[in-house]
Structures are given as C-alpha cells and as structure tokens.
C-alpha cells in the first residue's frame, strides 16, 4: 500500500493550496481517508476526513470554514483544498487511510504515507 501525497509548497499568509493524496495498493472504495499535519515541536493534528462514500467529513476547528477534504474514488485520489492560509498552518502535512474514519481521527489509522511540506508566510 502506498499513499503519496503532494502539492505542499511555500505561500503567503491568505493564499491557497491544494493538496493531493494519489493512492495504490489500496481497496479505495472501502476507505475512509483523512489528513493530519505535523507542525515542528507540536503533536500532529487531524486536519480533516471523509468516509468512503464522501457522505461523512469531519474538519478541526482549526481549519473549519477554510480546509475542504474531498475524493475521487475513480482516481483513487484524496485531496485537501486549503484556503485563507495563516502562518500556524506551517506544517507538514499527511494523508491516512482505515476503513475507520474515527481512528483516523484518533491518529491510530491503519495506513499513512510520506507528507509534504506546507509552508505559510506572513
């Protein structure tokens, strides 16, 4: 199983990102997928997730009404839209897969893979 994220990159505070989650290996359909950041000296933080059939989505109150987590089961692609960027949302940012969108939450998802860099400048 592999999970490949990619998209990160240096902004200005304000801008946008889009982050994209390509995945193999994976029976997609049946999973629930999420994101979570790694901010330097912080505990990871669960971003975002959405259940398989994209009917369910869980945001932090961190990213509410700025973060959009959305899937293409036909390319078998997460992808986080990330708007209104501000200096505290510098991290590095992974995708997670479990069939379990609460132990994605939880940080005890099944699958992760490497993330990519968000950088946001003021």
């Known amino acids: 199983v592999q999970l490949q994220a990619s998209g990160g990159g240096l902004v200005q505070a304000g801008g946008s990102l889009r982050l994209s989650c390509a995945t193999s290996?994976?029976?997609?359909?049946?999973?629930?997928m999420g994101w979570f950041r790694q901010a330097p000296g912080k505990e990871s933080e669960v971003v975002a997730t959405i259940t398989w059939s994209g009917s369910g989505i869980y945001y932090a109150d961190s990213v509410k009404g700025r973060f959009t987590i959305s899937r293409d089961n036909a390319k078998n692609t997460v992808y986080l839209r990330m708007n209104s960027l501000k200096p505290e949302d510098t991290a590095v940012y992974y995708c997670?897969?479990?069939?379990?969108?609460?132990?994605?939450?939880?940080?005890?998802?099944?699958?992760w893979g490497q993330g990519t860099l968000v950088t946001v400048s003021s």
């Open positions: 997670a897969a479990d069939v379990d969108p609460a132990l994605i939450r939880s940080g005890r998802q099944l699958y």
């Open positions: 290996g994976l029976p997609f359909r049946n999973y629930a």
